[in-house]
């Protein structure tokens, strides 16, 4: 038998020095390309600064009113962010009390989505009756839009634990507290941090209602008191500034989610 | 030998209330402490029903069922059972899913903090025999899936149960690495004091393996033949190839046959 010997595996033709990552790029282009077109077809509509502003305008807004913008922006972070921590507090704990049981769960899931279906701006005024304009309701209201996602995705992890792996415990003699920290409770946390990027989306929607019907200060009583002003570029402003908090926020709440559960993407994780 | 340690007694099992499926009926079967028995039969026929209703699992709606002397009502703490798909968690190690039962077991849990290290050179041993050496820190999911069912075994057998029950442990695995497998349980067998239930679909296996080969009947399952393996122990591979072991296996492949046609 003749032994070949195989040849070292010839060094692959060596990389362009310079190469652009069009994917990595394509967000920042593709929202060039975005206020690029705003921009055109403003002006070529010729539609006045009172009605549509161009982008350039609103830019210009936010520089000239910068300190009320930067200040407001702070508060509804604030009140959003709060209001988001009362959500996971309050959502991973009734999450965790309805994925306990079949029968707490199919009991209680009717009454939630019950609940979820009332539109949250209705229960602004109540909060207001109850706890004053500011502050309090738009956490309030920040935390009530939010939590239902949370407590519907933690429940749903608890209760849909596979009967084989429940059997395997079982076997071993599991109480059911033991079977909830072993299975239900890891196997629940993909779902509750992926409701994490969700929730804080809704949480951003609370906090700017309640502000707009019922607060002195924060983004949303910013753009009603400048939409009665006609000031429409700095109503744009309030606009973009919501729109990079809600963007930053879900950044991160995808980065937590990636660091705190990378099994769950084990596909993923291989290369 | 004075009680068996597992005794099912007539009984009938249907699965999702009245007019669901009736699994296993007039199921009898005995198991003596120490001995090997292992259950074949058509797909379908209730085995792993069987095995589950020895755990207690499930309780059975009619008839009764025995282990260590007591009437099982609810899951038996006695057994370590290694379940026919590998159920490993993936968020754990393959170590520390091998350590689960310890965390579960009565005996185990409260010793598990201070003997820790005993613990994992234990399961590191067991890791070892099966062929997996170096594989434990690996989640389960970078395993191949006759990797997951060998990491699966050392699961079931590092409580040290008394009764070890496997539901086609082997299934998804090479002929030589089943081979080597074989071995390791029948070594097993042999070092200590564990009665052995062994549900499978090779009959090779079961006749190399077992002292009693149980054959179910199409389902609803019951069993309609005991065969007592003449082989002495211990038993080698060799064995595989004389004409008496492979007579044997035919006599059962045609019984087998016959439930399945008479389905
Ligand atoms: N959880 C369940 N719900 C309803 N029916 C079931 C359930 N588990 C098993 N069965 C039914 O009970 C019968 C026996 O099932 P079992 O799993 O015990 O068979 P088996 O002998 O282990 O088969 P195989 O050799 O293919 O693993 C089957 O007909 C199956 O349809
Ligand atoms: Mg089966």
Known sequence: MTTTQIAPPVATAPKPAFKLNWVQLSPVLYTIGLFVIWEIGVRLSGLPHTIFPTPTRVFEAIVQYWSPIWKNSLQTLYTTVLGFIIAIVAGLGIGLFIGWSKTIYAGLYPIMVGFNAIPKVALVPILVIWFGIGTVPAVLTAFLISFFPIVVNVATGLATIEPETEDVLRALGAKKLDIMLKVGIPRSMPYFFGSLKVAITLAFVGSVVSETVASNSGLGNMMASAQSNFNVPLVFAGLLMLAIEGIVMYALMAWVEKRMTGWAHRSTMSN | ?263
């Open chain 2, 1 to 263: 030998m004075a009680t068996p340690l597992v005794s099912i007694e007539n009984v009938d099992m249907r699965y999702g209330g009245p007019e669901g499926t009736l699994a296993v009926s007039g199921l009898d079967l005995k198991i003596n402490r120490g001995e090997f028995v292992a259950v074949v039969g058509p797909s379908g026929c209730g085995k792993s029903t069987l095995m589950k209703l020895t755990t207690g699992l499930h309780i059975p709606q009619s008839g009764t069922v025995i282990v260590a002397n007591s009437q099982v009502t609810k899951p038996v703490s006695i057994v370590g059972m290694a379940f026919q798909n590998p159920t490993m968690l993936p968020w754990r190690t393959t170590l520390e899913n091998i350590l689960l039962p310890l965390e579960i077991v009565e005996r185990h849990r409260h010793r598990l903090r201070a003997h820790k290290a005993d613990y994992i050179a234990k399961a590191e041993a067991l890791l070892e025999t099966v062929g997996l050496k170096g594989f434990g820190e690996k989640f389960p999911w970078q395993l191949s899936g006759g990797m997951q069912q060998r990491a699966n075994l050392c699961r079931a057998l590092i409580h040290e149960p008394e009764l070890l029950m496997l539901d086609e442990p082997f299934g998804a695995l090479d002929a030589f690495t089943r081979e080597e497998l074989w071995c390791v349980i029948r070594d097993l067998h042999a070092s200590q004091d564990v009665t052995i239930a062994l549900v499978t679909h090779d009959l090779r296996e079961s006749v190399f393996l077992a002292d009693k080969v149980v054959v179910m009947s199409a389902r609803p399952g019951r069993i309609i033949s005991e065969h007592v393996v003449p082989f002495e122990r211990p038993r080698q591979l060799d064995l595989l190839y004389e004409p008496a072991f492979n007579e044997m296996v035919q006599k059962l492949h045609g019984e087998i046959a016959t439930a399945r046609a008479a389905a």
